[in-house]
């Protein structure tokens, strides 16, 4: 009788931990901050005439924060332009002089029909 006990206790536990791992986490880094300091990045490396550069600190930035209007908009004016070949008008695009260190200083938009917020 104990050996039964002790076999089914093994096999509940084997069962459990296989259960257990089969669990997949997923986390996802939004994390505001961060897209706010790609922005500037790409910002600096606009101002320093380094478009693919800054193309990619703003794709980035979008991969923090899907959300964020300000990376989508620099990122969307800077593939058109590259793709047509023309010279980048910097009047188009807002830079952020100096960057900004904290997300709560960055502008926050909420989208009404989920709730959900960008920086």
Request: hydrophobic content about 45%; some cysteine; charged content about 20%.
């Given at each position: 009788?104990?050996?039964?006990?002790v076999?089914?206790?093994i096999?509940l536990?084997?069962l459990?931990?296989?259960?257990?791992?089969s669990e997949?986490?997923y986390?996802?880094?939004?994390?505001k901050?961060q897209c706010?300091?790609?922005?500037?990045?790409?910002d600096d490396a606009?101002l320093g005439?380094?478009?693919?550069?800054a193309k990619?600190?703003?794709?980035?930035?979008i991969?923090?924060d899907?959300?964020?209007?300000?990376?989508w908009e620099k990122y969307?004016?800077?593939?058109q332009v590259?793709?047509?070949?023309?010279?980048?008008?910097?009047?188009?695009?807002?830079?952020?002089k100096?960057?900004i260190?904290?997300?709560?200083?960055?502008?926050?938009?909420e989208?009404e029909?989920?709730?959900?917020?960008g920086?």
């Open positions: 009788m104990k050996k039964k006990i076999i089914l206790f096999l536990s084997t459990g931990l296989i259960l257990f791992k997949k986490s986390s996802v880094d939004i994390s901050e706010i300091q790609m922005i500037s990045f790409g606009l005439k380094d478009y693919v550069t990619n600190y703003y794709k980035r930035a991969q923090y899907p959300w964020n209007i300000s990376a969307d004016i800077l593939v590259m793709t047509e070949g023309k010279e980048i008008d910097l009047s188009k695009i807002k830079i952020i100096g960057g260190s904290s997300a709560e200083a960055a502008p926050v938009i989208d029909a989920t709730g959900l917020q920086c």
